[in-house]
Structure formats: C-alpha cells, structure tokens
C-alpha cells in the first residue's frame, strides 16, 4: 500500500530565509514521488519528481527535494523564500507496479512574511 | 492553448438532484482522473481512466459515475447529490500516467455545494 504523510499543515517564514516543507512516504514498491503547488483558487501545478533517477531533484522557482530511502523521506526546501511562494504545497506517492494512482499528502500550507 | 477545461466552475445542488461534471482536454492525453479536495485531506481519487472505453475506480467512487467514449472528454456523474459531496472536484489528465513523465495536469477545480 501507498501513503504520504505531510508533517506540518502549516509552515510559516520570513521573506529571505530557508522553506523546509517535510514528507514522509510509505510504499510496498519503488516509489516515484512528486510536489505538487497550489495557489489560491487555482489547479495544482508539477514542482518536481523523482523517479528513480538522482535523489536530489531539482524543481522549478528555486524548490528542490533530496530522496531519502533510509528514512522514508522527500523533503521540500528552497534557500530563500519568496512572496510568490505562498500557496499549498502536495507531497503526491505513486508506484512503478501502478501507475494508474498517485496518493496526495494532506497538504502543507506555506505562508511567507514581509 | 486550453490545456484542461472544467466546467461549472460553481455549481449549487439540492439534496437528490443529478448533475455531471464537465472535464476535456486538447493535449491528446490518454489519462484522465477525477479528484475531490477537503480541507485537511489532500486529494483524494474518484475514478480514471488510461483511455477511450477504460475507466476504473480510485479511492472514493461510490456516489459517482464516469464514462470515455472519446480521448478529449470524461465527464463525472453524481447521480442523487449528497451534502457529503459538497467539495472542490479537480480533474487532471496526463500523456502517460506516472511512467513517463510523472505530470498530471490539472483543470482549475469546479466547487459544488449539495445543500
């Protein structure tokens, strides 16, 4: 079975410092995994995958996550936030036996201050 | 340049009435998935679908019916609205569902309420 746990669901920085957004994944496979941005009101949009491939992955707008199997992990950080940042962030898990399904995290709320 | 196109984007139910959810796409994608969003919940999967003639269920179908018959659109079915189906629903669609490109992309979301 597959499941992705966001650890906070809400994350809170000042303009300028570090995002640390955490997902913790449970897969019977090799997972693929994935962070999703959704702005207010708005579809979801692709930040980055990982497949398999090299485990620090990098994303568009400055986001990158670092694939840990020995900790479950796929953790999302940027070195500086910015305003634009602010949106809901989705941890997605989906497996190579399965493509057809792709599990979302509960969401992390990024909120960046002036 | 339309991508996925959802329609209504609102709608308001009674308690017991029909109505389908409109969701096409132009990029020739032969996934097509239906999500519903809750507050704290993430995404959850309704149904999808890996081409014309194919659907299949996900995590929470009961209540809601899909049918293909072309690879531009998937309609999304409620059959007698429930208040519990009151929630933002998100279809998204993708060339190749995971293996390939991992991309799903998304529609802008249509929010109904069953009162």
């Known amino acids: 079975a597959q499941s992705v746990t966001q650890l906070d669901s809400h994350v809170s920085v000042s303009e300028g410092t570090p995002v640390l957004l955490r997902c913790n994944y449970s897969?019977?496979?090799?997972?693929?995994l994935f962070w999703y941005v959704q702005h207010p009101n708005k579809g979801l949009q692709l930040l980055l995958k990982y497949t398999s491939a090299a485990t620090l992955v990098k994303g568009i707008n400055g986001f990158e996550a670092e694939f840990k199997k020995s900790e479950t992990s796929f953790h999302l950080t940027k070195p500086s936030a910015h305003m634009s940042d602010a949106a809901e962030y989705f941890c997605v898990v989906a497996t190579l036996y399965n493509f057809n399904k792709f599990y979302f995290g509960s969401g992390t709320k990024l909120n960046v201050k002036p | 340049n339309a991508g996925v196109t959802q329609t209504p984007k609102f709608q308001v139910l009674k308690t017991g009435q029909s109505m389908t959810l409109q969701c096409a796409q132009d990029?020739?994608?032969?996934?097509m998935s239906w999500y519903r969003q809750d507050p704290g919940m993430g995404l959850r999967l309704i149904h999808y679908?890996?081409?014309?003639?194919?659907?299949d269920q996900g995590e929470v179908p009961n209540g809601y019916n899909v049918s293909r018959s072309t690879t531009e659109d998937f309609p999304l079915r409620l059959l007698s609205a429930a208040p519990s189906q009151t929630s933002v629903y998100f279809c998204?669609?993708?060339?190749?569902?995971?293996?390939?490109?991992?991309?799903?992309?998304f529609g802008e979301g249509s929010r109904l309420t069953v009162l």
């Open positions: 897969s019977s496979y090799s997972p693929s």
């Open positions: 990029m020739n994608h032969e996934y």
């Open positions: 679908s890996v081409g014309a003639g194919i659907t």
């Open positions: 998204a669609s993708s060339y190749s569902p995971g293996a390939a490109t991992g991309e799903l992309f």
